[in-house]
């Protein structure tokens, strides 16, 4: 079974915002006896949105429940990670809606692509992705001999 968010897929977002998960998305979803996507807005870059499983937000939950932030610190990170998040069914067939007011935020125009990111996955509009995409090819050329393949399974 599936545990991770791997590849990319761009899939069609018809007028009413309906789009099918990538199949081996909802594989993971079903790992984690999942029936919603939870998607929070742009954590880490201004053109996207990071999508998980509820259990995975309920990690992020706890996370922010366990720093040591008070005040405004710890109101504009809930804010952010909690009461902006959105909790999207999908059905049975992995067909799930966007609303307009995130398809909106996140720039879509009849498309949407899934880009896996092992825990978590994003939601962009294609032509940003590839411009982002294209902007880490150096940076993880540079990067991939950091990681370690002998011994992976043993």
Avoid at 35 to 61: L, W
């Amino acid at each position: 079974m599936l545990k991770f968010f791997t590849g990319s897929a761009t899939h069609k977002v018809d007028a009413k915002g309906r789009v099918s998960l990538p199949a081996s998305f909802r594989k993971v979803l079903e790992h984690f006896e999942s029936t919603h996507v939870v998607v929070v807005p742009q954590m880490y870059h201004p053109d996207y949105h990071v999508a998980m499983s509820q259990a995975g937000h309920q990690a992020i939950i706890k996370q922010i429940e366990g720093f040591k932030l008070k005040g405004d610190k710890r109101a504009a990170l809930g804010r952010h990670v909690i009461t902006k998040a959105q909790q999207i069914p999908f059905d049975d067939t992995g067909r799930m809606v966007l609303s307009s007011d995130l398809r909106e935020q996140i720039g879509l125009d009849g498309e949407v692509r899934f880009a896996g990111q092992g825990s978590f996955f994003e939601l962009w509009e294609p032509g940003k992705c590839d411009a982002y995409e294209d902007s880490l090819v150096d940076l993880g050329e540079d990067l991939v001999s950091l990681i370690e393949l002998d011994g992976l399974h043993g």
